[in-house]
């Protein structure tokens, strides 16, 4: 009988199969997320004070809209800018500890956005395109940056879970992961300036619902 030599790849598990679990796993936790999202019942909105839906959505339900929709990702965001800049200019003084918080905020942060992401998507964004809601361009730009931290929020999340970049080296993935952490910083401030804006600068004017049902511009309510 001849022997044979052993096959090389024989006992190794294939890098693929352990990216299909991961990946695999990613899709799973975002369907539920996205699902949980969207069953959410609408939360009740607060008086309004004529302001854009980003700052009235802010100010409604305190403390808990406020915590839910702002702190929450801005405080993840800044936790892993802080942890980054350890990382970068400190590596041989960055421990687990703080590589770990990086990680971890990244990924919960991640994850958490897109709940957010598509609950204002169905509670928010539909019904004020469906029914011609919007304040002019400010309350446009102010809610259309706020959701769009969901792609470096997201991203960095892809990232931490190896399913983005996964043959990337130490360099081009701290790289990577910095910048997106500086476009959600952008992102987040844009929003909230333009959302503290008082609509009406760019144009917007607001209109008064009368009793019998006609609008009477140039008066809030």
Do not use: C
Not at 61 to 76: K, R
Not at 97 to 103: E, G, H
Not at 163 to 181: F, M
């Amino acid at each position: 009988m001849v022997a044979t030599a052993p096959s090389p790849t024989a006992g190794v598990v294939r890098p693929g199969v352990r990216r299909e679990v991961r990946v695999g796993l990613v899709a799973v936790v975002s369907l539920v997320i996205v699902a949980i999202a969207l069953l959410l019942p609408v939360w009740p909105a607060g008086d309004d004070m004529g302001s854009t839906h980003y700052m009235g959505l802010l100010a409604a339900n305190q403390p808990w809209n406020l915590l839910l929709f702002m702190a929450v990702p801005v405080i993840a965001a800044e936790t892993i800018a802080v942890t980054e800049l350890v990382i970068l200019f400190s590596p041989q003084r960055a421990g687990r500890a703080v590589r770990a918080l990086n990680r971890y905020a990244g990924l919960i942060g991640g994850f958490y956005f897109l709940g957010v992401f598509v609950y204002l998507m169905k509670h928010a964004v539909v019904p004020l395109m469906t029914d011609g809601g919007w304040r002019g361009p400010a309350d446009v730009i102010a809610v259309g940056f706020y959701l769009l931290g969901v792609v470096p929020l997201f991203g960095m999340a892809l990232m931490e879970a190896r399913v983005l970049g996964e043959a990337w080296d130490d360099q081009r993935r701290l790289k990577v992961h910095a910048t997106l952490v500086g476009l959600f910083l952008v992102v987040a401030h844009v929003a909230m300036i333009t959302g503290m804006l008082d609509p009406t600068v760019l144009g917007w004017q607001p209109t008064h619902a009368m009793e019998d049902g006609s609008q009477m511009a140039g008066m809030n309510h």
